[in-house]
């Protein structure tokens, strides 16, 4: 029988940043904890595979686990027959997508590995880069830490549009303007400034909010959710100098980051059962009891007081009886949309790419333009992760990884999936003339949920659901479609913060 004990004092259903944030959190308080999650590995949606384990295990095996985490492969080249028969994957390391750590692990990640001895204070090592950003053919450098690139001061200069107050509007907000500004619109924004009159200025802005929230439409990403994650992380860490860098990669793959956390948890008693899927959450009378557990044909019940969901909030109801929550919060919960997106690797046998982009994340936000099949223009980031992280290729080989945001409903749509990753061939093709003689081997997989919830302005920061669940006592979300702030990954880690704080009664940084 699986499990050690039958009553903890509380259970973690799932090992994704969130759940993992909490988990490991309750048991440094000296919570008996249990964290059940249904992969063979903790990370969830930010797991990383090796190319080796998916030669061995097969293409079947590697899809159930992309399935497993919201994604789906929808394209290979060559055939992925034919890639298992050349064994082009050999050698290679894949996070589930692209996984760029914003400010290269000194956000959420950093408050969280603080307390608990993991990430860095573990030997995880973060690369920073810089960003820049395609406009037509030319390729500007993001602002970054105070400077501008020349030909940005100039046209601001010129035009004397106020394009630095995006970066630091923030500086004098408070909460209160945060919450306010949830509802605006970068665009809307932008128009009210007049720097939507200047496309080069208006697209720089665009492209950085598209990178933080993986929406492509400005008329939809919330600036409110921007600035909050500006005003009370990025600016800070800049100017104390705990952050250098926007956005980097964890060495070794994300999945060092995550099992650093998880050598915290068990180092301070938690028990962690993989492998394991929570079947049903109990709760009688208003209040949690303990979760159904599953493995193969095996089922058990465990008790505890408190049981903490990482399961994005959508789905809750599929474990969890709607009847014991208030109707109206259901119907919102359950209509919360995520942001979809191509997660596309590039396995190169050599770098098409000017030397000067090899470091850096590249942008566009005009990577497919919508036409009459798609909801927005797509955008686009990609870097060459191996020249970060040496160990995601083998010798010799390059890897490039990318991202390109879709719907929900998009991403769903294996025709339309199938046609946008061409598109990007022929994008990159363009862009680099040459790009696909590189190409030993490309995987293109899909996911639905990259973003939990979307950051739009329906929906995002307070307006989330709470990490508290109204109506049922002992019952908390983690993960990032529940309140927390920032990119996707430091976003679930803040939930889990704040997760955690609401249970242990001790503050983490972040409420
Ligand atoms: C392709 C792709 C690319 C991405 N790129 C980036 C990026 O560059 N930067 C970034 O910051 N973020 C990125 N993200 C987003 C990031 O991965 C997520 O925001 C983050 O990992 C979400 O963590 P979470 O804890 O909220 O949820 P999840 O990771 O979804 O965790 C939920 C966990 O619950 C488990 N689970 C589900 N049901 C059960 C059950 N019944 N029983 C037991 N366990 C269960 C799942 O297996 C999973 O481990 C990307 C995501 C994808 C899919």
Redesign the pocket.
């Known amino acids: 029988m699986f499990g050690k004990h039958g009553s903890y004092d509380a259970i973690v ?9 909490v988990a490991s959190l309750l048991a440094h308080e000296g919570l008996n904890t249990l964290l ?4 063979d590995r ?6 990383t595979l090796k190319g080796d384990e998916i030669l061995k295990n097969g293409e079947q095996w590697y899809r159930a686990a992309l399935g ?4 789906w492969l929808a394209k290979s080249l060559p055939d992925f027959r034919e890639i298992e028969r050349l064994e082009l994957l050999r050698g290679y390391q894949l ?8 400010l290269n692990g000194r956000g959420y990640f950093y408050d969280l590995d603080r307390i608990i001895g993991s990430g860095e204070q573990a030997g995880v090592e973060f690369v920073g880069n810089l960003n820049s950003t395609y406009i037509d053919n030319e390729c500007y450098s993001d602002f970054h830490a105070g400077k501008m690139d020349p030909r940005i001061k100039a046209i601001v200069k010129e035009t004397g549009l106020p394009f630095l107050d995006f970066y630091l509007a923030p500086l004098s907000m408070t909460s209160t303007d945060y919450d306010s500004y949830e509802r605006v619109s970068v665009a809307a924004w932008l128009r009210e400034k007049g720097i939507s009159q200047n496309r080069i200025l208006y697209e720089m802005i665009h492209s950085v909010s598209t990178l933080i929230t ?1 929406i492509n439409d400005p008329e939809e990403i919330s600036i409110g959710d921007i600035w909050r994650y500006m005003g009370e992380i990025l600016n800070p860490r800049f100017s104390k100098g705990i952050a250098q860098w926007a ?1 980097g990669f964890v060495k070794g793959g ?1 999945q060092r980051w995550m099992d650093s956390v998880a050598d915290r948890f068990l180092a301070f008693g938690g028990e962690l059962l993989l492998e ?4 049903e959450i109990i709760i009688e009378s208003g209040k949690v009891k303990g979760v159904v ?2 493995k193969t044909h095996e089922e058990k019940r465990v008790h505890a007081p408190i049981v903490v969901s ?3 909030t959508q ?1 809750t109801f ?2 969890a009886g709607r009847e014991a929550f208030p109707g109206e919060w259901v119907t919102r919960t359950e209509r919360l949309r995520g942001f ?2 191509i ?1 596309p690797y590039f396995g190169l046998r050599e770098i098409a790419l000017p030397k000067d982009q090899w470091n850096v994340g590249v942008k566009d936000t005009m990577v497919i333009p919508r036409g009459d099949r798609l909801a927005h223009d797509v955008y686009m ?1 990609w870097n060459i992760q191996s020249q970060s992280d040496p160990f995601c290729s083998p010798d010799g080989k390059h890897l490039m990884t990318a ?1 390109a945001p879709v719907t929900e409903d998009e991403a769903k749509n294996p025709q339309l999936m199938d046609w946008c990753c061409d598109r990007i061939m022929d994008y990159l093709e363009r862009r680099y003339p040459g790009f696909r003689e590189t190409v030993e081997w490309a995987l293109f ?3 639905w ?4 919830v979307a950051k739009d302005i329906n929906q995002a920061g307070t307006l989330k659901s709470p990490v508290r669940a109204p109506d049922v006592e002992g019952l908390y979300f ?5 309140r ?1 702030y ?8 803040a ?2 913060l704040i997760c955690a704080s609401m249970i242990t009664g001790k503050f983490y940084g972040v409420s």
């Open positions: 259903a799932g090992a994704g940043v969130g759940g993992l944030t059940v999650e249904q992969a903790v990370g969830g949606r930010a797991m497993r985490q919201y994604t996070d589930i997508g692209y996984h760029g750590v914003a993986t956005s994300i394991t899927r929570v079947r557990l599953e990482n399961i994005p789905d599929r474990f979809g997106s997660a980031c991202y997989p899909v996911s949920r990259l973003e939990g983690a993960g990032d479609t529940v927390g920032g990119v996707a990954m430091d976003c679930a880690c939930a889990g």
